[in-house]
Structure formats: structure tokens, C-alpha cells
């Protein structure tokens, strides 16, 4: 029989703007918890503090005069979870969101909330960014911080480079353990320290040379196309024709 849950889940791909905490919320970490009351502080506008926090509990407070706010977290047994426990107090204090020089905003923070931005205008400019930032927020961040916050959000955006080279070789054994007959070659060479760099790459999948040699016109063309990013390149593709006049890929590189 399922077993059914009792408490709410907080749900960590819901826009942060509509953060609403509760009793009961369960949370997959105390990580997601606090970003959660991050979120929360930031656009609802409350000057939020931690009083309390280790492996197992955790605890915030508004620190506005007067206002008794808080809210407690704990572990369950046996979870890796937290879960909120008591926010006995609605806020009484006033929310400063339109009050500039007193919003905390991590680059973090704003490293995510941009990265959709970034990933529609990637050469966004930091003054403009900035601008965005001081226009949604009411937060005045220095071209510094904006620097930081854009160099993130595309980290966030484009992946890390250097761990996805470090994987080619287990991408090109994957390929040959579940397509018989491929090929797939890497070149590399030495960077004087003893280290390995990646040169070049070339696959060509078994099924799609089997069916070039039996079912496509004796014709092959050949393209290629610059990479863009901290790294330079093409990357290389022949293409053929197969019998109803339509582009059959071969095989592709990159180099």
C-alpha cells in the first residue's frame, strides 16, 4: 500500500516570487530551506536574521522592532529533511522593499534569479544588468558585485568546461558499448606539465554507417561550424543523401 504524505512539500522549481511559508512545509534539505527563507526575505521585504542553525535545527527571526516573528525548523527522525515547526507570529513590522540601502542581496541569489536573463541575452552588459537589478529590486548593486553576479549566472548557464572535457573518454566508451561496430577516436596532447589536453574528437555511430552503406547515394558533404565560448573550435559534420533525397548524418567532430 503507498504510503501518503501528510505534510506539504515545499516545491523548489516554483518562481520566488511566490514563496509562502507554512507549518508543516517539509523541505528535501536544510540547504533548501534556507534559500527558501532567502527567497522569502528578499521579496516580501522583511529583515529577516538567523538565530540558530547546525545539523539539526534551524531557526530565523525578524529583526524590525516590535515585530515577533519567527520561525523554528527542525530534522525529523530517521529523514534527512527538515521540516517547519513553529511561525506562531504574523509579521507586525512594516516591509522595507522600497527602501534602498537596507535590502541584503547575495550574488547568489542574484547569479539565479537572472540566469533565465542571461540565457535569452548573453552579452548583456553589467551596466545594464545593473540597472535591471536596481529597476526589479529597488537594490543598487555596485558594477563590481553585477560583474560577479553575470559571471555566475553564465557559469550556471554553460556548465563547467573543464568537467565536461573530463568526461569525453566515459562518453566515448558509453557510445561503444551500446552501438557495436562505431567509431570513435580522441586526440589529446601534452600541455608541458604533464597533463592531458583535448585536441580533437571524431564518432561515427555503427548504425548510421551501416545504413549509409546500404541504403544512401554515394555522396558525402561536408560543413563545419565555430564554436562559441572560453574555448575555441569547429565542430565538423559529413552528411549524406539517402534514397528520398534527404540529409543522412555520418559523422561529426570537433576539433
Given at each position: 500500500?503507498?504510503?501518503?504524505?501528510?505534510?506539504?512539500?515545499?516545491?523548489?522549481?516554483?518562481?520566488?516570487?511566490?514563496?509562502?511559508?507554512?507549518?508543516?512545509?517539509?523541505?528535501?534539505?536544510?540547504?533548501?530551506?534556507?534559500?527558501?527563507?532567502?527567497?522569502?526575505?528578499?521579496?516580501?521585504?522583511?529583515?529577516?536574521?538567523?538565530?540558530?542553525?547546525?545539523?539539526?535545527?534551524?531557526?530565523?527571526?525578524?529583526?524590525?522592532?516590535?515585530?515577533?516573528?519567527?520561525?523554528?525548523?527542525?530534522?525529523?527522525?530517521?529523514?534527512?529533511?527538515?521540516?517547519?515547526?513553529k511561525m506562531p507570529n504574523p509579521h507586525s513590522c512594516i516591509p522595507f522593499s522600497?527602501?534602498?540601502?537596507?535590502?541584503?542581496?547575495?550574488?547568489?541569489?542574484?547569479?539565479?534569479?537572472?540566469?533565465?536573463?542571461?540565457?535569452?541575452?548573453?552579452?548583456?552588459?553589467?551596466?545594464?544588468?545593473?540597472?535591471?537589478?536596481?529597476?526589479?529590486?529597488?537594490?543598487?548593486?555596485?558594477?563590481?558585485?553585477?560583474?560577479?553576479?553575470?559571471?555566475?549566472?553564465?557559469?550556471?548557464?554553460?556548465?563547467?568546461?573543464?568537467?565536461?572535457?573530463?568526461?569525453?573518454?566515459?562518453?566515448?566508451?558509453?557510445?561503444?558499448?551500446?552501438?557495436?561496430?562505431?567509431?570513435?577516436?580522441?586526440?589529446?596532447?601534452?600541455?608541458?606539465?604533464?597533463?592531458?589536453?583535448?585536441?580533437?574528437?571524431?564518432?561515427?555511430?555503427?548504425?548510421?554507417?551501416?545504413?549509409?552503406?546500404?541504403?544512401?547515394?554515394?555522396?558525402?558533404?561536408?560543413?563545419?561550424?565555430?564554436?562559441?565560448?572560453?574555448?575555441?573550435?569547429?565542430?565538423?559534420?559529413?552528411?549524406?543523401?539517402?534514397?528520398?533525397?534527404?540529409?543522412?548524418?555520418?559523422?561529426?567532430?570537433?576539433?
Open positions: 500500500m503507498k504510503r501518503t504524505e501528510r505534510y506539504p512539500r515545499y516545491n523548489g522549481s516554483s518562481s520566488k516570487e511566490e514563496v509562502k511559508l507554512e507549518v508543516g512545509l517539509k523541505f528535501t534539505s536544510k540547504e533548501q530551506l534556507r534559500e527558501a527563507v532567502d527567497d522569502y526575505r528578499i521579496m516580501k521585504g522583511y529583515d529577516i536574521k538567523i538565530r540558530h542553525s547546525d545539523r539539526k535545527r534551524f531557526q530565523v527571526f525578524c529583526n524590525a522592532k516590535g515585530c515577533e516573528w519567527f520561525l523554528w525548523a527542525s530534522r525529523p527522525q530517521r529523514e534527512q529533511s527538515f521540516q517547519i515547526r522600497f527602501e534602498k540601502g537596507k535590502r541584503r542581496i547575495s550574488t547568489r541569489w542574484l547569479s539565479h534569479k537572472y540566469t533565465k536573463t542571461l540565457r535569452l541575452q548573453p552579452s548583456l552588459r553589467v551596466r545594464e544588468l545593473r540597472n535591471l537589478i536596481e529597476e526589479k529590486h529597488n537594490y543598487k548593486a555596485t558594477i563590481s558585485k553585477c560583474f560577479r553576479v553575470r559571471a555566475k549566472a553564465l557559469a550556471l548557464i554553460i556548465g563547467d568546461y573543464k568537467g565536461q572535457f573530463g568526461m569525453i573518454r566515459t562518453y566515448a566508451n558509453e557510445l561503444l558499448s551500446k552501438n557495436r561496430n562505431s567509431t570513435v577516436k580522441i586526440a589529446v596532447e601534452n600541455n608541458g606539465d604533464g597533463k592531458s589536453v583535448f585536441k580533437r574528437l571524431y564518432i561515427c555511430l555503427g548504425a548510421l554507417k551501416r545504413g549509409f552503406l546500404e541504403g544512401c547515394r554515394r555522396v558525402l558533404s561536408i560543413d563545419g561550424c565555430f564554436l562559441k565560448g572560453p574555448w575555441n573550435g569547429q565542430v565538423l559534420a559529413a552528411v549524406g543523401r539517402d534514397a528520398n533525397n534527404q540529409m543522412y548524418p555520418v559523422a561529426w567532430g570537433v576539433a
